[in-house]
């Protein structure tokens, strides 16, 4: 049976350590030079701190990872790329990008409605010996493509492997954890498959208070949030670009 | 058929037109882009095995629990130890990109003598000579482990002096010490049975104390209920992180808590919302209310609110013995919930003294020391870059990463991340002893000394680290107290050796005291303690005790604004 991994991310939860971005960024071997912007940096993740636009002692500041939003609907990334570069796993869910595969348009960061994508200014470079340190089960990307989140997949793979060492046909899902799922210090971020009702996640992204970004233009992200604050919930349907009411950090 | 010059033209034009429709010129712009961008000298990770190993992380002292993805040797990732009861598997997001930091550009690479270029024998010598001229003072950051005994054996043997420079949560602790005869280092916050916990700017939820340890507390007993087990009301001038998070955020007058926190002591007395206990604070409520920003009716209100889900349990940012003094005011020390004495101290390896060394002799050891009359000083690696010890003596500074401008005669290279065995007692703000040891996970990048393993071949009667980590192991097992949480949960008392327990620890195993009631804690306040303005830093980031930030870390916050760092950490 195909699984429909996503996430149900607890906005009231989260606290904006930051310590997603820093382990999605190790587990995938994100350059640590040159130094960027926030235009031009590579932010798989990244959390954005966001208020209600109020001042003094009415003012309210929350905390929303973006990722990649793995469309599962007219996945407008995979609609827009001339390369192939982007398709959407059958058995998964996953959005995937294929940087052999890319040319480097961008169309598809244009496309994205969610800011999620991001372009590889330069060759990726790290201080003299620090390659060291590189996760060996990611390769490095090079320069001239667009990259994102694609919710570790090679956790998955090595899953996978450890299942099929085992003789298992299926991965048992408590192997298979991103790493900013597992770097959340509070629990934030719950992951699992939406295709399967016994699945926690399953049944958190049918809770109250659960909402996904941008939900009118019907791409039927599989990354839900979940927020008991009215003014969090209205922002889900603004730009998320909107600097006036959600700034970076 | 004769082809004429014009078929020529229109048979090339015809070609070049026709070739675009064929994926050939495409291919052939992918590819020479494909070739471009896969320079031979862009780094690709080895492709070997991973191997999971554990250890703890001993960037600051509160020593979180680390499980590290090794790969050919070195450290190739960073999670938490979810077996480990103290973070329950949670670590502070600088520690995920740690494995990065011995490579930092500004890693110390070799031995400095004031500019210019030295080498270990001449540091060594050079040591020698000063500590047989004079006296030698050896600062500490972390106290209490088995490479700060050795620090303190070789000062006290040289007839000099062992000083420790304690970070923000220890310092929170020094009143009770003041009003009590038990130690700073055996008491600790017990977060965990507390029902309201009053945050005076304290970064409770941005990595004060044990980064893990309040967070996954808070998250399971208060994130967005309206009505939590656990009320965190956060005070505080400005919106952070915590007060974005907290049940209540009360904004007041930066500098103004401790007045505050006497007002509210006054409420609380005056309206018998708890039994009287300690002296009434001089300051009035409407001083309170004037100094602060709050109406008295906020104030009131605040006061009851607080006492009206106990134990309640006032935190400072640093020390401020007018938040102590509220403590002493709710009921909150020495009780479940509130303050607490960790042990009687007769069931740990380390004891007390060495752990708090310069309360015990004299004032100096909470400020910034001063230094006179010495030769030479020992600064380790351990104590934060940014202390500079006002003295004349000749400074040897131990340090993995270059802070920029120091003004030590000696900089020294210390070992970095996991580069060397080191052991871990109890964090600071921790409610019950704990003891682990950090195995040394890799060989270190370039050539180090940490300031005890120099002091040991200076003074070869030294004990040894590892000579002092196999005693405190042999000495909790001698106890059979306690648990030890590893790959499984073992008591101590059913662990077969002490060797079998020694190489649990060494193998990243932790032992934990029994949370058994809190040991007796009598503290005696006769008068309100002077209104303090305590120090706030802005960012726990940028208090780090390391002289740099890992780089994905301030790369990645520099992209995203999402904290600001010293601008000399970001590079």
Not at chain 1, 22 to 38: D, F, I, S
Not at chain 2, 524 to 553: F, G, H, I, N, Y
């Amino acid at each position: 049976m195909s699984a429909r991994y996503g996430m149900v991310i607890d906005i009231d939860r989260c606290t904006g350590c930051g310590s997603c971005m820093v382990a999605c960024a190790a587990e995938n071997n994100v350059p640590t030079l040159p130094k960027a912007t926030a235009r031009t940096g590579l932010t798989p993740m990244l959390v954005r701190r966001v208020s209600n636009g109020r001042e003094g002692n009415a003012r309210r500041e929350s905390f929303i990872p973006i990722l990649c939003m793995h469309c599962e609907h007219d996945t407008p990334c995979v609609e827009v790329c001339p390369q192939q570069a982007v398709e959407v796993d059958k058995a998964t869910g996953i959005v995937m990008q294929m940087p052999q595969r890319c040319l480097g348009c961008r169309y598809c960061m244009t496309a994205c409605p969610y800011h999620a994508r991001y372009f590889n200014w330069w060759d990726p470079a790290w201080p003299a010996g620090m390659e060291k340190s590189l996760n060996p089960g990611v390769s490095v990307r090079m320069r001239g493509v667009v990259e994102k989140c694609n919710l570790c997949h090679a956790r998955l793979h090595a899953a996978k492997e450890r299942a099929a060492a085992a003789g298992k046909k299926e991965i048992d899902p408590t192997d298979y954890v991103p790493a900013c799922v597992e770097a959340c210090p509070t629990g934030a971020i719950h992951f699992g498959n939406l295709a399967d009702s016994n699945d926690p996640v399953w049944q958190e992204a049918r809770s109250p208070h659960v909402f996904r970004l941008l939900a009118r233009i019907g791409t039927e992200p599989k990354v839900y949030y979940k927020s008991k604050e009215p003014w969090v919930r209205a922002l889900a349907e603004s730009n998320t670009g909107n600097e006036a009411e959600a700034q970076h950090g | 058929m004769k082809v004429t010059r014009r078929d020529l033209l229109v048979w090339s034009a015809g070609a070049a037109a026709g070739l675009l429709v064929t994926p050939v010129p495409w291919k052939v712009l992918d590819d020479v882009s494909i070739w471009s961008q896969n320079w031979p000298w862009i780094p690709q990770p080895a492709r070997v095995p991973i191997e999971v190993k554990q250890s703890f992380c001993t960037l600051c002292p509160n020593g979180c629990g680390l499980r590290v993805r090794m790969a050919a040797g070195w450290p190739v990732g960073v999670a938490g130890v979810t077996m480990n009861p103290i973070t329950r598997g949670a670590l502070c997001p600088l520690a995920f990109g740690a494995h990065q930091l011995n490579w930092h550009p500004r890693r110390m690479r070799g031995v400095r003598y004031r500019g210019g270029i030295s080498s270990w024998p001449e540091a060594h010598a050079a040591l020698t000579k000063a500590s047989e001229e004079g006296r030698t003072v050896v600062i500490d950051g972390y106290p209490g482990r088995a490479a700060s005994s050795v620090l303190e054996q070789f000062a006290l043997k040289r007839g000099g002096s062992y000083r420790v420079l304690f970070g923000a949560e220890a310092r929170g602790l020094r009143p009770y010490e003041t009003w009590s005869d038990v130690p700073a280092s055996s008491l600790g916050y017990d977060l965990e049975n507390a029902k309201t916990i009053v945050s005076f700017g304290a970064p409770l939820l941005d990595g004060w104390g044990v980064p893990g340890r309040f967070t996954r507390w808070w998250a399971e007993r208060a994130a967005g209920a309206e009505d939590p087990q656990l009320r965190l009301i956060q005070i505080e001038s400005s919106l952070s992180r915590t007060a974005a998070r907290s049940w209540k955020w009360i904004s007041i007058v930066e500098g103004s808590e401790s007045t505050l926190a006497a007002g509210l002591a006054r409420v609380l007395i005056e309206q018998k919302l708890v039994p009287a206990r300690g002296p009434i604070p001089a300051v009035t409520v409407s001083d309170a209310a004037k100094r602060s920003g709050l109406t008295t009716d906020q104030i009131q209100e605040l006061a009851r609110t607080i006492a009206a889900e106990r134990p309640a349990l006032a935190i400072s940012s640093d020390e401020n013995p007018s938040i102590a003094a509220l403590n002493i005011v709710l009921g909150s020390v020495g009780v479940s919930g509130g303050i607490v004495r960790r042990t009687k101290n007769d069931r740990y390896p380390v004891p007390a003294e060495a752990r708090y060394p310069m309360s015990r002799k004299d004032g100096e050891t909470w400020g910034t020391p001063t230094i006179s009359g010495a030769r030479a000083v020992v600064v380790d690696a351990s104590v934060p870059w940014d202390f500079v010890p006002e003295t004349d003596a000749e400074v040897f500074r131990f340090a993995a990463w270059d802070g920029g401008s120091s003004k030590a005669d000696w900089l020294l290279p210390a070992p970095g991340f996991l580069e060397d065995l080191t052991d871990v007692p109890s964090p600071p703000s921790a409610a019950v002893e704990s003891y682990a040891v950090a195995p040394a996970l890799t060989k270190p990048t370039v050539d180090v000394r940490s300031a005890a393993q120099l002091l040991v071949s200076i003074d070869s009667s030294l004990t040894s680290i590892d000579n002092i980590i196999h005693g405190r192991c042999a000495e909790i097992f001698r106890q059979r107290a306690g648990t030890l949480y590893g790959r499984e949960i073992a008591p101590v008392a059913q662990i077969a050796s002490a060797e079998k327990l020694e190489e649990q620890l060494r193998n990243g195993a932790v032992w934990i005291t029994e949370s058994a009631k809190p040991a007796a804690l009598r503290c005696e306040l006769k008068e309100w303690p002077s209104l303090a303005v305590a120090s706030q830093d802005p960012d726990w980031a940028a208090a780090w005790p390391v002289a740099m930030l890992p780089p994905l870390a301030s790369k990645l916050y520099s992209e995203s604004s999402l904290r600001e760092a010293p601008a000399r950490r970001n590079s």
